[in-house]
């Protein structure tokens, strides 16, 4: 018999990807959550018979035992509650945006001076 190779070898499935909106990546059928900090960033996703883990730059963002079961969703509750705190943030800081934008208003004469035009107190160009 030959040695064994000085790396351990990784037994199951492995894959990397992009982690889309809904914070869910797909083994065989089931869809397993990740933490929705991971949106948009690529992820690796390894799986063998008994765990499914994501890691997202090295971090660990999902750990789900395995199912077998064909078509499950496995959800794990603090993913949910970290995507609507996220959700929440996003919405309030939409809302701040008008308010900003008020600030930005400026007196159309301003620029009417400034190309030299002037009118007067009720004439026309």
Do not use: C, K
Request: net charge neutral.
């Amino acid at each position: 018999m030959l040695l064994l190779p000085p790396a351990v070898l990784h037994l199951g499935w492995r894959n990397h990807v992009r982690l889309g909106r809904d914070y869910y990546v797909r083994i065989d059928t089931n869809d397993y959550s990740v933490h929705p900090s991971a949106i948009g960033g690529r992820v690796d996703v390894t799986a063998d018979l008994d765990v499914v883990r994501v890691r997202h730059g090295g971090r660990l963002v999902a750990e789900h035992p395995r199912r077998w079961a064909r078509g499950m969703t496995v959800t794990d509750p603090a993913h949910v509650a970290a995507a609507a705190e996220l959700r929440r943030a996003y919405q309030q800081r939409d809302h701040a945006v008008p308010d900003a934008a008020e600030e930005l208003m400026r007196d159309l004469a301003d620029y009417d001076r400034a190309f030299g035009l002037d009118v007067g107190a009720g004439g026309s160009l």
